[in-house]
């Protein structure tokens, strides 16, 4: 089974606005982190987040799928 890491740097002082974002936004079945200024999703793949309004993010996100070994 492949899964789908998605992580965001928001821009400064827009990390909530980020999270709900992104919560809005997610697939249902995805499970969101965050932490200061970082906010992840990780879904099984096939999953897809389409990108933030550029004001809410420092950086465009990354994206990448991985498999689970254990």
């Known amino acids: 089974m492949s899964w789908v890491?998605?992580?965001a740097k928001a821009a400064p002082g827009q990390?909530?606005?980020?999270?709900?974002?992104?919560?809005?936004?997610?697939?249902e079945h995805a499970q969101v982190y965050?932490?200061?200024d970082r906010v992840v999703l990780i879904a099984e793949?096939?999953?897809s987040v389409e990108d933030?309004?550029?004001?809410?993010?420092d950086r465009?996100?990354?994206?990448w799928e991985f498999d689970r070994l254990r």
């Open 34 to 36: 965050r932490s200061t």
């Open 52 to 57: 933030p309004p550029a004001a809410l993010v």
């Open 15 to 27: 990390t909530e606005a980020l999270v709900e974002w992104l919560l809005s936004s997610a697939p």
């Open 60 to 63: 465009p996100p990354h994206r």
């Open 5 to 7: 890491m998605w992580e």
């Open 45 to 47: 793949a096939p999953a």
